[in-house]
């Protein structure tokens, strides 16, 4: 079992930055893929960056350029540079389990952008 757990959101101007952190406990050796998304009002989740154990990373089309996934043991963190009003949304952390394959969501964040 993993437990995750997100901080670091908040309010911020466009052109601003904020750094999300996310803190796994647990299991926590047995994670593999660990994954930001983010749900605005009224859409559905998407996949905002993932970064695997080998520190192979992957961006939505829309952040990249604009945001950095890193991770060490147990943590991911989003660091979010340009910010746009399009940014605003709950941002969640999960992280895989690498021998069950299931996905472990933390409680989510919210990150509001004013234009």
């Known amino acids: 079992q993993v437990q995750v757990v997100e901080s670091g959101g908040g309010f911020v101007q466009a052109g601003g930055s904020l750094r999300l952190s996310c803190t796994a406990s647990?299991?926590?050796?047995?994670?593999?893929?660990m994954a930001w998304y983010r749900q605005a009002p009224g859409k559905q989740r998407e996949l905002v960056a993932s970064?695997?154990?080998?520190?192979i990373t992957n961006y939505a089309d829309s952040v990249k350029g604009r945001f950095t996934i890193s991770r060490d043991t147990g943590k991911v963190d989003l660091q979010m540079n340009s910010l746009k009003s399009e940014d605003t949304a709950v941002y969640y952390c999960?992280?895989?389990?690498?021998?069950?394959?299931?996905?472990?969501w933390g409680q989510g964040t919210q990150v509001t952008v004013s234009s």
């Open positions: 999960n992280a895989v389990d690498y021998y069950t394959g299931v996905g472990y």
């Open positions: 647990g299991s926590i050796r047995s994670i593999s893929l």
């Open positions: 970064i695997t154990r080998g520190r």
